[in-house]
């Protein structure tokens, strides 16, 4: 029996050797919907696809698969090649009775058909051309429609191009027609260089209308293109001889900068920002300094950024905490010219001022460009954590109305928590995350996510705290003290509370000793000290020796961190408890 089980195992190591394999699947980066021209929707699964079969058996050393269709009851070797996450091509063998792995792959001809899997649902890439052109074409109707150009520019982002054909009027077939082209893989075989995209406007409905695939050369300024006739690769001999033939020349036309661009403030172009509604993205494109993505969060889509305008810096005014640069901006695929303002109203908050659009690149941006704004939106950096909350204690207030008394707690629980809680409902009315906060003129501001909201927990709201004699008055300010805050008006959420209740009681709280407070300038750091009434329970001497201890940490971004003292000594006093507790043992 022993020598039985020896034997099985050496024989399966050596064709594991020779690189056979009988637990046939497919690679699990290939499960999913794809579709091939003529065959319609494909899908792969581990062991499966539709309208192939069964998977049966795989050389693990080539791309070769043996497939199983019950249907038609005969055995057929597919040679699949991955070019791209988003694309699969195979050739495929006759579909005759079961047969040896080598035999049936044997019977692929070098001619053989080669068809094209393009991934559903598949994730753009960058194309592999960039900024603006004017362009000949040739549909072999009769020759090079040179009567009239034709142009294309990059949309918003790099990954999609939007074209614009003139019609020739000595040439059959030749119309006034506009697409736009996202593309969605690019490869190399052997010299020859391939793109793969899919129509996004236009007259294509269906998706075989839709996807083409192209072959490509760059030549200093030229671009040549030629295009296949339906969603394969078939008939594209050279990126001058196909279906579709297209000569690009870059392009200099009024609505394309021609100025060297300048770089955006690290500050701004080194982080992912985020609009308080969460609605936004603000990020830089990838290994770019000069430019910037506006775009539109898809919370439950597979692509979760999707771009609508792009913005190039062109001409910068920088001063310390604000910057007003000239930008050429492409809304969608629509260029403009347009004057934008970065203020930074904390190390993790910025404040973003978009004027109206200019007339060329020759602008120089000046106040009046943002006296009638067509937007104002605030950002925060995406990488923000729960910081402090700018307040710790307790506070209380009555309800005329019911008689209810309504509690706050801040920074009592968790040092980034603040709870509102009704003795008539005896839970939180209202639970925040505090994320940041500063100071202006006489206001806190502070930004918080209201966790006791499903609905609302991804937004980021911004409250203003002011002290009114012997009240402390905490305001949802949608202007983020841009405005005029109208802490009497029924429109807006808004609490006030006595001054001071009592201090955090020192049994609920469970943060740890060392916390992250907030990110904060150099010139922040004695702005906001200790509160004196929070220690009462601790000597004068424990306070003076563990009072405001900051920790700044290595990185650029200068994070300070600070211990409260009583946290401090209940550390000690809870260790030496312990060590006594293990002594007398």
């Given at each position: ?20 394999s009988f637990g046939c699947q497919f690679p699990m980066k290939w499960w999913g ?250 990020l830089a494109e990838e290994d770019r300094q000069d430019k910037l993505l506006l ?291």
């Amino acid at each position: 029996m022993a020598f039985a089980v020896v034997a099985l195992t050496l024989a399966l190591t050596w064709l594991q050797v020779l690189g056979v394999s009988f637990g046939c699947q497919f690679p699990m980066k290939w499960w999913g919907n794809w579709y091939q021209s003529g065959l319609g929707d494909i899908i792969i699964t581990a062991s499966h696809i539709s309208s192939k079969g069964y998977c049966v058996e795989h050389h693990t050393r080539s791309d070769f698969f043996v497939v199983e269709n019950r249907e038609e009851n005969c055995h057929q070797c597919l040679l699949m090649i991955e070019r791209h996450d988003n694309i699969l091509q195979y050739k495929e063998g006759y579909c005759i009775g079961p047969g040896t792995l080598h035999s049936l792959c044997n019977n692929i001809r070098v001619e053989a058909v080669l068809y094209t899997l393009v991934r559903e649902v598949s994730q753009p890439v960058p194309c592999p051309f960039q900024d603006a052109f004017e362009f000949l074409y040739n549909n072999n109707s009769g020759g090079t429609c040179r009567s009239s150009r034709s142009y294309a520019r990059q949309c918003a982002t790099n990954r999609k191009f939007h074209f614009r054909f003139n019609r020739c009027p000595d040439l059959a077939y030749t119309f006034d027609r506009e697409v736009e082209l996202e593309c969605l893989a690019t490869w190399k075989d052997r010299s020859e260089l391939y793109l793969y995209g899919t129509f996004a406007s236009g007259a294509a409905t269906s998706k075989e209308d839709r996807y083409r695939c192209f072959m490509y050369s760059l030549l200093g300024s030229l671009v040549y293109l030629s295009m296949s006739a339906d969603a394969t690769c078939r008939g594209l001999r050279s990126p001058k001889d196909g279906p579709l033939t297209m000569e690009l020349n870059s392009d200099v036309y009024n609505h394309w900068p021609t100025i060297a661009p300048c770089s955006f403030p690290s500050w701004l172009r080194n982080s992912s920002w985020r609009d308080l509604p969460g609605r936004y993205r603000l990020l830089a494109e990838e290994d770019r300094q000069d430019k910037l993505l506006l775009a539109n969060f898809e919370k439950n889509s597979v692509q979760k950024h999707v771009v609508i305008s792009g913005y190039r810096c062109l001409r910068m005014q920088e001063d310390t905490h604000e910057s007003t640069m000239l930008t050429h901006v492409v809304e969608e695929c629509e260029p403009r010219f347009q004057c934008i303002r970065a203020k930074r109203r904390h190390a993790n908050v910025m404040q973003l001022q978009k004027g109206g659009f200019v007339a060329n690149e020759n602008h120089r941006c000046t106040e009046s460009d943002f006296t009638a704004l067509r937007s104002d939106e605030l950002f925060l950096a995406e990488d923000s954590f729960a910081g402090f909350c700018p307040f710790e204690g307790r506070y209380y207030s009555v309800v005329e109305r019911t008689g209810c008394r309504l509690e706050m707690s801040a920074g009592c629980k968790n040092r980034s928590q603040l709870e509102v809680i009704s003795t008539c409902q005896f839970r939180p009315v209202l639970q925040l995350r505090c994320l940041s906060w500063w100071r202006e003129q006489q206001n806190l501001l502070f930004l918080a996510q209201n966790v006791s909201s499903r609905e609302s927990s991804d937004r980021v709201l911004c409250f203003i705290m002011r002290h009114n004699g012997p009240m402390t008055d905490i305001l949802q300010d949608n202007s983020c003290g841009q405005g005029v805050a109208n802490f009497t008006s029924r429109q807006s959420e808004g609490y006030s509370f006595q001054n001071y209740l009592d201090e955090c009681p020192l049994e609920i709280i469970q943060q740890p000793e060392v916390a992250v407070i907030n990110t904060i300038d150099d010139d922040d750091v004695d702005e906001e000290p200790l509160p004196e009434h929070g220690y009462s329970h601790v000597s004068s001497e424990d306070i003076s020796r563990a009072k405001e201890l900051y920790v700044r940490s290595s990185d650029a971004d200068k994070i300070y961190r600070r211990i409260r003292p009583f946290d401090l000594l209940l550390s000690i006093n809870y260790l030496q408890i312990l060590m006594a507790t293990f002594l007398s043992r």
